[in-house]
Nanobody, 117 residues
Framework: QVQLVESGGGLVQAGGSLRLSCAAS????????MAWHRQAPGNERELVAA???????NYADSVKGRFTISGDNAKSTVYLQMNSLKPEDTAVYYC???????????WGQGTQVTVSS
């Protein structure tokens, strides 16, 4: 069973940067969309950034101009470059890949990002 493995989370001061990575343990066919979501304590999980296959990326208003999503469909990998981090960016970040081949959504286990003020 294919799993998504995330890395790159950690503790950083406000204004700093982190780069999150997510790689599939096996091949995911017909990737339709890659994305990053996040969930802060007491909040619902929210979409941070998404990149559809063959289309432009889109971002939550709160991260526009600071975060950049990129990915490689053939390698089933997705990245999130986070710059100018703010304390309100503190959350568990989850990567997501949707396959049009089997209609399945794959989720990573989550990686903690903590931004100190």
């Amino acid at each position: 069973q294919v799993q998504l493995v995330e890395s790159g989370g950690g503790l950083v001061q406000a204004g700093g940067s982190l780069r999150l990575s997510c790689a599939a343990s096996g091949s995911i066919l017909s990737v339709h969309q890659m994305a990053w979501h996040r969930q802060a304590p007491g909040n619902e999980r929210e979409l941070v950034a998404a990149i559809p296959s063959g289309g432009p990326p889109n971002y939550a208003d709160s991260v526009k101009g600071r975060f950049t999503i990129s990915g490689d469909n053939a390698k089933s990998t997705v990245y999130l470059q986070m710059n100018s981090l703010k304390p309100e960016d503190t959350a568990v970040y989850y990567c997501y890949i949707y396959s049009a081949y089997n209609g399945r959504a794959y989720w990573g286990q989550g990686t903690q990002v903590t931004v100190s003020s």
